[in-house]
């Protein structure tokens, strides 16, 4: 299956175009929160910027499929 993975905080949004073609829907979690986890561990990441942004998972037809928040706040 084909999954987008794009980034919005309900007034901006940053689409990914392309998408992934994934094996499952569990793998995609997976693989959204390990990149989720790697961002907020980034040294540039910056909690309050990321404040109310989250990782909006989306099948081809655009219907979220699950979404991460960037920020734990």
């Known amino acids: 299956m084909r999954l987008f993975f794009h980034l919005t905080n309900g007034l901006d949004f940053i689409p990914d175009e ?25 040294d540039d990441f910056d909690p309050t910027r990321w404040s109310g942004w989250r990782l909006e998972v989306t099948d081809p037809d655009g219907i979220v499929v ?3 928040r960037l920020s734990h706040g």
């Open 18 to 42: 392309e998408g992934v073609d994934v094996p499952s829907l569990e793998w995609a979690r997976r693989e959204a929160q390990v990149a989720v986890q790697e961002l907020r561990r980034d």
């Open 66 to 68: 699950m979404h991460i």
